[in-house]
């Protein structure tokens, strides 16, 4: 079974899968990025391949979605799936079950921040992105290489993997909590991640240690100028790496934002700033 890791892009998704990466899936506890690969995204193309699905009609994909995750399910190891979708139902295919999903890590940052950082990786407008935040967008290309992401809105991304929230299967967490207080917050997923597998869990604290120190905001930024990072974007018109890793703490649209997008995100997500404290 696997647990998603799921948030509205530009989250702090990355984020999360290198500290799940570094402590599962190394020795010692070091990040780095090759080991952040362990931790596939969905949909993704070389899935559905490899169940002989056509992945160029993306009708057919949504049907399969299930099928797919059923096959990756044949490990009996506790796994972990990215995703960018919220959870929907199309003509009746659904997004996920749980008899598939173990349980869902939700990740959620404040619109303003998500805007600010999303309009910089993705090298459009802020009033562009204002658009994809509160209308809803369909990410990426159905061309062989990607697939269609249907991200919803910021608000109904939210909404919708709450329903794990039901079967004690949920876990909420902050971007601001794993940039200002990460120690605590990386140890209560760690304890939810084996809540759900039902495994003992002993806390290996060298490793813990070096998980903490190297997914460090600045750390990050170093291994992303040092090495290629496969989520970085390129700006079409000078040919350069655009920054994956660009503002983090920095990042404050009390000083980066306009005043009117500002409002027009607080007044389109009033009920879910509020319950998370944003507002």
């Given amino acids: 079974m696997f647990i998603w890791l799921a948030s509205y892009p530009k989250s702090g998704n990355t984020l ?3 500290l799940l990466a570094a402590y599962f ?16 995204q969905f949909p993704e193309v070389k899935l559905f391949i ?11 994909m949504i049907k399969n979605y299930i099928k797919v995750q059923e096959s990756i399910n044949k490990k ?31 990740i959620v940052r404040d619109p303003r921040n998500v805007l600010i950082s999303a309009a910089n990786h993705n090298q459009t407008s802020n009033e562009k992105t204002l ?12 061309d062989g290489n990607g697939t269609l992401v249907y991200t919803g809105n910021w608000a109904s991304n939210y909404e919708s993997w709450k329903s794990f929230k039901s079967v004690g299967k949920y876990l909420l967490i902050k971007y601001e909590d794993l940039i200002y207080d990460k120690e605590n917050t990386f140890l209560k997923i760690l304890n939810f991640i084996h809540k759900l597998s039902k495994n003992n869990f ?32 390129i700006n079409k018109k000078t040919g350069k790496k655009v920054k994956f890793f660009y503002l983090g703490p920095k990042n404050d649209w009390k000083n980066l934002l306009d005043e ?17 404290g944003y507002l």
């Fill in 131 to 142: 658009e994809h935040l509160v209308t809803g967008h369909v990410m990426g290309k159905n």
């Fill in 260 to 276: 009117n997008i500002q409002k027009k995100i607080e007044t389109a997500f009033k009920k879910e700033m509020t319950e998370l």
């Fill in 50 to 60: 490899n169940q002989g699905v056509n992945y160029k009609n993306e009708m057919e």
């Fill in 76 to 106: 009996k190891s506790v796994q972990f799936l990215k995703t960018h979708s919220y959870l929907f139902n199309i003509e009746n295919h659904p997004f996920t079950n749980l008899d598939n999903s173990l349980g869902v890590i939700y």
């Fill in 25 to 40: 899936f190394t020795k010692d506890g070091r990040c780095n990025f090759e080991i952040i690969k362990n931790i596939l």
């Fill in 16 to 18: 999360v899968r290198s």
């Fill in 202 to 233: 002993e806390l290996d604290k060298k490793k813990f240690k070096n998980v903490i120190d190297t997914t460090d905001f600045g750390n990050m930024q170093r291994m992303e100028k040092d090495t290629d990072f496969h989520e970085s974007m």
